[in-house]
């Protein structure tokens, strides 16, 4: 199933945990198997680059089992590694001045050789714009290979959105034995039935605060661009997308109202460099995709009227649109579900509803 160079990468990187040192390594042969076959002569040098602690677990592990029981235990959990002597690994992430040694994947690791795109989003996200984030991962799925996290809310909502209109991947912070948050569970096994999981940890790697930016940085890596739906004055999805402008990628973040506290981080962003995305034409214009927009969907004067109002408004209650429209109760009420049953607004709860386009 792997070959020896693939072996050695693996052997190297569950006996090494800095990323960094791992690599420094591999150089210092040339590859991970000439280090593994030299590894008596390279000794004091192993030592010095690495500790003496890691030199001897590497020179004890080479007469040992332990890299058999370590293949068995990856095949017994259904992890696939894909390292960077495999020609699965992803060029976009080759690019990056520290690509981890080994990508830890569950599910089809086929789909990295796909086009790929991160959409993520803070914990805290208003309903409308989890709605909206929705949309745009359904909707890019179609083009590529939709990357997020597992936290609540818009990471989440985006993974359902690319789930639902095809494959997604979930980037984890830690090793496959865990689930963070436990609510993750259920979307995370459904991303791994119908797309892919993947961390640069080993599966028994335990959740710790720092892998997080650490995590960030594939996110941005893998992909050709970044879609931030939501970030706080001090979100972690900013490590995201700075990481992603740093490799050259593009960066695209949702307006917020002023003074909306989950949208600080983007309209920061859109300040600094990210571009202004309130369509899908303006991500997939800029990868040679051609794209018409929902507006094409034919309305009726009375759902053109109420569907420009939640355009302009963002969203609104219906005692506002039904002033405003002069439509009646009942009148109203059919035309906002006909304009749900053609995907353009949604209900945000509360007798409220969202444009969705």
Request: hydrophobic share 40%; with cysteine.
């Amino acid at each position: 199933m792997y070959t020896r160079e693939e072996k050695a990468d693996i052997w190297l990187d569950g006996l090494v945990a800095d990323a960094a040192k791992k690599l420094r390594l591999r150089a210092l042969a040339g590859t991970s198997y000439a280090l593994a076959e030299n590894f008596s002569r390279l000794r004091g040098k192993v030592a010095e680059l690495a500790g003496e602690g890691a030199c001897r677990a590497l020179e004890a592990s080479l007469s040992s089992g332990y890299v058999r029981e370590m293949f068995e235990t990856y095949a017994r959990k259904s992890v696939t590694c894909v390292t960077l002597s495999s020609k699965m690994y992803p060029a976009q992430l080759r690019e990056i001045s520290d690509p981890p040694l080994v990508l830890y994947c569950r599910g089809d690791a086929s789909l990295l050789a796909r086009r790929m795109f991160t959409v993520v989003g803070s914990r805290h996200t208003p309903p409308a714009v989890l709605k909206q984030a929705e949309r745009f991962a359904r909707e890019l799925s179609a083009h590529f290979l939709v990357l997020s996290g597992t936290a609540d809310g818009g990471d989440s909502a985006a993974l359902a959105g690319a789930l639902a209109g095809g494959a997604a991947c979930a980037v984890l912070a830690h090793g496959h034995d865990y689930f963070v948050p436990e609510g993750s569970r259920r979307l995370r096994q459904e991303a791994e039935s119908r797309g892919l999981t993947l961390s640069e940890y080993p599966p028994a790697t335990e959740p710790r605060p720092y892998y997080y930016p650490a995590r960030n940085r594939l996110l941005a890596g893998l992909a050709e661009g970044v879609l931030v739906v939501s970030a706080g004055e001090k979100s972690g999805t900013r490590s995201t997308a700075d990481r992603a402008y740093e490799y050259g990628r593009g960066v695209y973040a949702f307006p917020h109202p002023v003074g909306a506290a989950s949208g600080v981080g983007c309209n920061a962003l859109i300040k600094e460099y990210a571009k202004l995305t309130d369509n899908l034409v303006d991500i997939l214009a800029d990868f040679g995709i051609n794209l018409t927009e929902a507006e094409e969907i034919p309305l009726t004067p009375p759902e053109r009227t109420v569907f420009e109002m939640l355009r302009g408004q963002g969203e609104a209650h219906v005692s506002f649109l039904s002033e405003r429209s002069g439509l009646p109760a009942h009148e109203l009420n059919a035309v906002l579900m006909l304009l749900q049953m053609k995907g353009l607004i949604a209900p945000c709860g509360g007798n409220r509803w969202a444009a969705m386009r």
